[in-house]
């Protein structure tokens, strides 16, 4: 078989880089003209899961603009940046909504959104991801079990700290049927999401939209 001379050579190297700058091109113009779409979607499901914290009857602000990232290892441990979105009506506080993790679920992180009054009680906490045996750990889900609702308007003081716990341990809360690693990890990251609220009050919502807080 005889050798290809180099102006084949050069033709097919050619070749091929036209293919690839012509698949470059369809790639970027396909995602350009689906991100806005894309982005809408996911402003969409955010602002359903946040509804279903915090109805938005009782804020006028625009909650996905209005945030604030949050960093305190002694709260929210492992390095988390913290996600507030800060509820106003006319300027005044209202709630805010953390999105963080407990880090010692039994399978892992589980992500939770937790909505608090700025008199310190709870507008409701709901389960975004978590990897929680099916049957069990997952009745941590409101789709799945009521356990979740029974944060609604609690504070640090409703129950004393001692009662956030699950009954096992002699705490107010009940546990999951055949899973309690999962309901303590869950209740500890709610009792420290709240510690951290009520010692930054008012920083949460003095700080400038989307700066970082420490």
């Known amino acids: 078989m005889t050798d290809r001379a180099p102006w084949q050579i050069g033709r097919s190297a050619a070749a091929l880089g036209l293919v690839a700058v012509v698949g470059a091109t369809l790639l970027a113009a396909v995602q350009l003209a689906t991100a806005d779409r894309i982005a809408a979607q996911e402003r969409r499901v955010m602002q359903e899961r946040l509804g279903q914290v915090l109805p938005a009857a009782e804020y006028d602000n625009d909650l996905l603009a209005d945030t604030l990232v949050i960093r305190d290892e002694a709260h929210f441990p492992r390095g988390q940046d913290v996600l507030a979105y800060r509820a106003r009506r006319a300027g005044d506080p209202v709630a805010v909504i953390l999105d963080f993790r407990a880090v010692d679920g039994y399978s892992g992180d589980i992500r939770l959104l937790a909505g608090i009054r700025e008199d310190g009680s709870?507008?409701?906490?709901?389960?975004?991801?978590h990897r929680e045996t099916p049957g069990?750990?997952?009745?941590?889900?409101?789709?799945?079990?009521?356990?979740?609702?029974g944060f609604e308007d609690r504070s640090l003081g409703r129950p004393a700290r001692s009662g956030w716990a699950v009954k096992k341990d002699g705490g107010d809360f009940d546990q999951l049927t055949g899973a309690s690693i999962t309901p303590r990890a869950v209740i500890r990251a709610i009792r420290d999401a709240l510690l951290y609220f009520d010692a930054h009050r008012d920083e949460i919502f003095l700080v400038a939209a989307s700066e970082e807080s420490e």
Do not use: F, P
């Open 136 to 149: 069990l750990g997952d009745a941590i889900e409101a789709e799945k079990s009521d356990w979740i609702l």
């Open 122 to 129: 709870l507008t409701g906490v709901r389960v975004v991801a």
